[in-house]
């Protein structure tokens, strides 16, 4: 239903780009107020990502954070491999194809590039996957902490959830009150 509407409202013409804003905003907080799915934050700033390249890079954080954070609920072997197959094959894909769209012929690079450290943040997220996916069956073999990689998980990626929602409000504040000098 919410896709329909949002549909509507993006076929109509407008002079910028304040109800995506609005509309990423709001799937945002309904994730962090609600525990809705991250899908839904994510439909809406896929949109977003094509058109800037602050939104591109929070895009890929907020994806990248997102996909690890659903890790715990595939917990066999099997699935182990499987899942961190797919979200590198999902997160290099999207940064190629991004990085590919934001291409400046004047630079000759990309303009998708995380800060140093967001770079670290992903680096630890690394991490905390590994530990869950494959080190605490190692550690805790007994089994007397099973919801210790859940715990750190959920508290990590929320850490980067919330940065990205931080920065995505400052963006649209920014962008709104642009918008305002110019009428």
């Known amino acids: 239903m919410r896709l329909c509407i949002f549909s509507l409202r993006m076929a109509r013409p407008r002079e910028s780009h304040t109800d995506d804003h609005h509309s990423v905003d ?38 990248i954070t997102g996909h690890v954070s659903l890790f715990p609920l595939l917990f066999t072997p099997f699935e182990n ?26 630079s000759k690079s990309t303009l998708v590039k995380f800060r140093s450290w967001e770079r670290f943040f992903l680096y630890g997220l690394v991490a905390v996957a590994l530990f869950e996916s494959f080190i605490h069956s190692v550690v805790d073999p007994a089994g007397k902490l099973p919801f210790l990689p859940l715990l750190i998980m959920s508290v990590y990626c929320a850490v980067g959830v919330i940065y990205v929602w931080l920065l995505f409000v400052i963006a649209s504040l920014k962008t709104e009150k642009k918008i305002s000098k110019q009428k």
């Open 81 to 106: 491999i499987s899942k961190i197959f797919l979200v590198l094959t999902y997160s290099l894909a999207s940064y190629s194809f991004l990085s590919a769209l934001h291409y400046d012929p004047k």
């Open 26 to 63: 709001v799937s945002i907080d309904t994730f962090l107020s609600a525990f809705n799915s991250i899908k839904h934050a994510l439909l809406f700033y896929r949109l977003l990502a094509v058109s800037s390249h602050e939104d591109c890079r929070l895009f890929l954080l907020l994806s």
